[in-house]
């Protein structure tokens, strides 16, 4: 149905490429999957501390944090049930009563069908799996930091830490590239008690995510959203895409991502053009006199 | 510019990772241009006969692009896996490609610079083969001189991607002009034309560019403007407009001429610096990744 980036990169009769399909609306914040991955993947500690943003105090993706569930609370207007009013303990006379919504979210690397990070990697550390997922190797990567500016979601990072394992080094999500070969759900997606983060064959899901926001429209939650399913947005759409409730940004995810590579062609010419311009100038420079 | 709309963000936190690279990396955005600049005037001091512009420039080149190595290994998460950068040629990384082309241009510049430094026996071992290395740094030199913009731009990082039609020419400009300075620096007036005339025509090319660069980058222009980097870019610019004009009595007054050099060298540096720190900003605020990308969502969306 789609282009498959694992034949694309060169492996021959690839299985059908593997995703997550992340329903935010039957999120409830758990955090299961950030406990399993870390478990599972044998990810170090990197601190507590209290970010003072609702139940998020895990903060963002990072070299030691691969499932990263978001938290925001919203203020929505209040359903009027025809009840009589009945001033709440404490409210301040004429002041509106709210209602508020939790809009709960986990998020992960996207996998993405046009990977930046795999792109720039200069030590091919970086690869496209068979599963059409992309993967660090750890024992090749040389702490470059090129995929960390690359990723238009702020994924990958260099992991920090004194004297942690793999210090130095790029590190994210492999969509538990070991327990795929051993035919087993990534261990984020086997915690979640909700299924609000699926796994499986990406056509399937995306197939699945239609028909769930069919369902999410027609029982009155207009607000239902794809994020990263169409294979024609900038990346060529995500390997892990999402289900949301509000604007991709209120998650903290960019609106509309693009892989920086695209424009590199236009680049490398005027790279060129510049290289031209020097050489001729310092050609000039000794062709005029003294 | 119209102030830029409202804008969610998640917690006012950043969507993109600004680059974990330090201070090794601008510094070697400078360096590899002054090296590069520095190649192409010891060639052509080399092949019309200016013995002392020829000597200055190689060894400088050596000097910078030996600090330029240093600075990358430097910067590596694990600098004793540097080698792994000559695994694979990716034209699709421009690290890959630069580590290439390094790779190439840096024995060049270190056989004309050694030959040129070492005595007695060594010095006359290496004397032929410093013409045909010199030449081939300076073929290469263009190529180092403005890949790095490549470097820089092939990043979701707004203030380096928005800048990348203009900014290989503001960084050979850049080069060119450092280079033009240090020659007009370390060369006696006789010999200093050609340098004089790379560093006045190196920066009035930055100063073009990057005028046309501020027009064309949209929001993220912004950052070269604001804080640090807004200091940074300012002092750059006066510098390097300073460096040109004083550029002009070189050939009469050797005072003038190290003023010009000194202006234009931390000009460069200073222009090096500004980018890259603009770069770093505008990955760590939310304003100029969701400001433009939310202008183009709703611009299809009519």
């Known amino acids: 149905m789609t282009t498959n980036p694992a034949l694309d990169a060169g492996w021959v009769d690839p299985p059908p490429r593997q995703g997550f399909f992340t329903d935010t609306s039957i999120c409830i914040g758990c955090k299961a999957c950030e406990v399993a991955c870390k478990q599972w993947n044998d990810v170090p500690d990197d601190g507590m501390q209290l970010l003072g943003s609702s139940y998020d105090n895990t903060g963002a993706l990072s070299g030691s944090t691969w499932r990263h569930v978001a938290f925001i609370e919203q203020p929505v207007p209040a359903v009027s049930l025809g009840m009589p009013k009945i001033g709440l303990p404490g409210q301040q006379s004429g002041a509106e009563r709210t209602d508020f919504r939790w809009l709960m979210s986990s998020d992960v690397c996207k996998h993405c069908t046009h990977a930046a990070c795999l792109d720039v990697c200069p030590t091919g550390s970086l690869f496209r799996t068979e599963f059409g997922t992309v993967v660090v190797q750890e024992d090749i990567c040389n702490g470059c930091g090129y995929c960390v500016p690359a990723c238009p979601f702020g994924v990958i990072d260099k992991r920090v830490g004194e004297g942690v394992k793999n210090e130095g080094i790029a590190q994210k999500c492999t969509l538990c590239y070991d327990r795929l070969h051993d035919g087993l759900t990534p261990a984020c997606a086997q915690a979640c008690p909700t299924q609000s983060i699926q796994f499986g064959d990406l056509d399937e899901l995306r197939e699945r995510a239609a028909a769930r926001v069919e369902a999410l429209h027609d029982s009155g939650v207009p607000s239902a959203r794809l994020y990263g399913e169409s294979p024609d947005d900038g990346v060529g759409g995500l390997g892990a895409f999402f289900l949301l409730l509000d604007e991709p940004e209120v998650y903290g995810l960019p609106p509309d991502p693009v892989v920086t590579t695209r424009e590199l062609p236009q680049m490398w010419k005027k790279a060129g053009l510049a290289a031209a311009t020097l050489l001729a100038g310092a050609i000039a420079v000794f062709a005029g006199g003294t | ?302």
């Open chain 2, 1 to 302: 510019m119209v102030p830029p709309a409202t804008f969610t963000s998640y917690y006012g936190r950043p969507v993109l990772k600004a680059s974990p690279w330090k201070d090794d990396i601008p510094a070697y955005l400078f360096l590899g241009g002054l090296a590069a600049g520095s190649s192409l005037l010891g060639a052509g001091a080399d092949l019309t006969h200016r013995p002392r512009l020829r000597q200055s420039s190689r060894v400088a080149a050596l000097a910078a692009i030996s600090a330029s190595m240093a600075a990358l290994v430097h910067d590596l998460g694990k600098p004793s896996r540097f080698v792994n950068m000559l695994r694979v040629a990716k034209p699709s990384s421009p690290m890959s490609m630069g580590t290439w082309l390094l790779t190439a241009y840096g024995p060049m510049v270190g056989l004309a610079g050694v030959a040129e430094l070492a005595p007695g026996r060594l010095g006359r071992l290496l004397a032929p083969l410093a013409r045909p290395a010199g030449l081939v740094a300076a073929l290469t030199a263009p190529a180092v001189a403005s890949y790095t913009a490549v470097l820089l731009a092939d990043t979701a990082t707004p203030a380096w991607h928005e800048a990348y039609r203009e900014l290989p020419f503001v960084f050979v400009g850049s080069a060119a002009a450092a280079a033009g300075g240090l020659g007009m620096l370390a060369s006696p007036v006789a010999e200093s034309g050609p340098a004089q005339r790379l560093a006045i025509g190196g920066a009035l090319l930055e100063l073009g560019m990057e005028r046309r660069m501020e027009r064309s980058m949209g929001l993220a222009a912004e950052a070269l403007h604001e804080g640090k980097p807004g200091r940074l870019w300012r002092t750059a610019e006066r510098l390097t407009a300073l460096g040109a004009v004083t550029a002009l009595g070189a050939r009469r007054s050797r005072v003038l001429g190290v003023l010009s050099g000194a202006a234009l060298l931390t000009g460069s540096a200073c222009t090096r610096f500004a980018i890259f720190e603009a770069g770093q900003e505008s990955a760590r605020d939310p304003r100029y990744t969701v400001v433009p990308q939310r202008e183009r969502v709703d611009a299809r969306q009519g």
